[in-house]
């Protein structure tokens, strides 16, 4: 009936992706103890349930969806991690780094009972040079008599303290107020979108594969380091890089530069920058070692590249130290690696010699064609028909599913809803997947598939 079709146009009038809108990030930071995952709890506890919760990857939890008064945003809970006392300073001085370069808004959080430590005052250096809002939370002022206290922390130089209980609730919904007033109402970057400035790039592996060797590479030869652009504004964390007659905007490479190694939650950190590097990119270049065996840790990064949804090159480097041998072994452990990622291009590359650097560019430029295409509606019926003809979904429970019709409805990644009248197995849209992109290319980019059935 017509009813139903009305939605199909929706979806094909539909872009852009994700149908939520992007949400402002507030990052909350401190040293151990302090009370911090205490303040998320009750920010988030304010309504009744967690939206949804990012998955990080050595952590259950990085990222919660929190509202307040209407407002959505996204907090960042750094604290997942502890560094070892000797280090700390410098440990939570890099996290607050961190949360300056991804938040649009940062709470740092004290324990008023103690008063400012050295380590919340390496914090708060970095913190005052901060071009984002910082609020000072004074935290476990349970009563009123502790309220004193807190007035020794305007010495931080990070402004009024906001006295709270994040245990007991007190003044929370003052603080959230005050964080709302300061959040910008749409976050800094609106990962994916055109601006029309250049495009974003994440370099990313893990430690020791040449990432730093690679952009050094990339940025001395062509010998374009551009600081800024006509037109453009350039977040101190990113590069722009001229490559191939194209300016690129490489992401988060300030930390790639400022080598942040730890004894203890160096992994998190790693996997945490990884994944905002992933985030805030239109395409990734994956760095794998290819003098080494494929690690768990290259596969969890390939993982971040699917699920993000982005669009991806992998560079095998160190390519000058492989020999024959080990281009074999190699060869079978990539079929058995990249499973999820064969529509990827694979770049063998040395950031050492430079062999192959150049053919990153073009490799990155097909990618985000990919990711950008779209297929016209009847372009892909004419097709789909064909295909069902030949080859019919299989019986399932003594009926036939026919598959009504398709439609791109997003791209970046493009995405795909089919239209049907039962319920289409797994093996059948691997086979249509496989078809789609034998017809359609697609070349390094993923693609999205998802089925409606129709009641
Ligand atoms: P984090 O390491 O900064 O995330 O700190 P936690 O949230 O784990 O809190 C550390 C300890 O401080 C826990 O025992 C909390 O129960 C306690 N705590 C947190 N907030 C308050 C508060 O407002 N008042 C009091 N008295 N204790 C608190
Ligand atoms: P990152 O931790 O990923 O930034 O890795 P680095 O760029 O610091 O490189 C780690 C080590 O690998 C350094 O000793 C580099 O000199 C070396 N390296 C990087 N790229 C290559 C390469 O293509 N060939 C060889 N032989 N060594 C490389």
Known sequence: ????????????DADGGDA?????????????NVGKSTLVNRILGRREAVVQDVPGVTRDRV???????????????????????????????????????????????????VGATATDEAVARVLRRSKRPVLLVANKVDDERLLADTASLWSLGLGEPYPVSALHGRNSGDLLDAILAVLPETPRETYGATTGGPRRVALVGKPNVGKSSLLNKLTGEDRAVVDSVAGTTVDPVDSLVELDG??????????????????????????LRTKGAIESAEVVIVLLDASEPIAEQDLRVLTMVVEAGRACVLALNKWDLVDEDRRNELERELERGLVRITWAERV??????????RKLAPALRTALASWDQRISTGRLNGWLNDLVAATPPPVRGGKQPKILFATQAATRPPTFVL???????AGYR?????????????PGSPIRISVRVRE
């Open 20 to 32: 939520a809108p992007p949400q402002p990030v507030l990052a909350i930071v401190g040293r151990p």
């Open 246 to 271: 194209q300016v690129w905007r490489f992401v988060d490479t300030a930390g790639l530069r400022k080598r942040v190694n730890f004894a203890s939650g160096a992994e998190y950190y790693a996997s």
């Open 1 to 12: 009936d017509e009813s139903d079709w009305t939605a199909v146009e929706d979806l094909d």
């Open 430 to 442: 691997r086979f249509l997947e496989r078809r789609l992109r034998e017809e359609f290319g697609f």
């Open 419 to 425: 239209f049907t009248t039962g319920f289409l197995e």
């Open 348 to 357: 063998n590359v040395s950031a050492l010699t430079g062999r192959a650097v």
């Open 63 to 113: 990222a919660y969806d929190a509202q307040w008064a209407g407002r959505r945003f996204t907090v960042l809970d750094t604290g997942g991690w502890e560094p070892k006392a000797e280090g700390m300073a410098a440990a939570v001085a890099a996290q607050a780094e961190y949360a300056m370069a991804h938040a649009d808004a940062v709470v740092v959080v004290v324990d008023a009972t």
